[in-house]
């Protein structure tokens, strides 16, 4: 059972940065994909980025891309989302997931934060 706590959310204002930092614990860190995911109020969660087992890989959305940057370390059972020129639309609950493939789908996520708000003002 891997359990997952987040961090680093706050209120920023718009072109400003938060790095959020997801640490892990109870299981084997490195087996697993690990993927951050956001939730603004009433929509549903959308998938943002994506990093293999090994850190060598990953993967961000589109909305996001060249300003987001995912990343982990795997001796310390860490990843990051590291989060430049935020926009109010990137409003939002931010969790982080573990799972045992790579995939921007949450039904493929075993494991789950309980978030951290992301608030950017205009």
């Known amino acids: 059972q891997v359990q997952l706590v987040e961090s680093g959310g706050g209120l920023v204002q718009a072109g400003g940065s938060l790095r959020l930092s997801c640490a892990a614990s109870?299981?084997?860190?490195?087996?697993?994909?690990m993927a951050w995911f956001r939730q603004a109020p009433g929509k549903e969660r959308e998938f943002v980025a994506l990093?293999?087992?090994?850190?060598?890989?990953?993967y961000t959305e589109p909305p996001v891309k060249g300003r987001f940057t995912i990343s982990r370390d795997n001796e310390k059972n860490l990843v990051y989302l590291e989060m430049t020129s935020l926009q109010p639309e990137d409003s939002a609950v931010y969790y982080c997931?573990?799972?045992?493939?790579?995939?921007?789908?949450?039904?493929?996520?075993?494991?789950w934060g309980h978030g951290t708000q992301v608030t950017v003002s205009s």
């Open positions: 990093i293999n087992w090994s850190g060598g890989s990953t």
């Open positions: 109870g299981g084997t860190f490195s087996r697993y994909a």
């Open positions: 997931a573990a799972g045992n493939s790579c995939s921007a789908r949450k039904q493929d996520f075993d494991y």
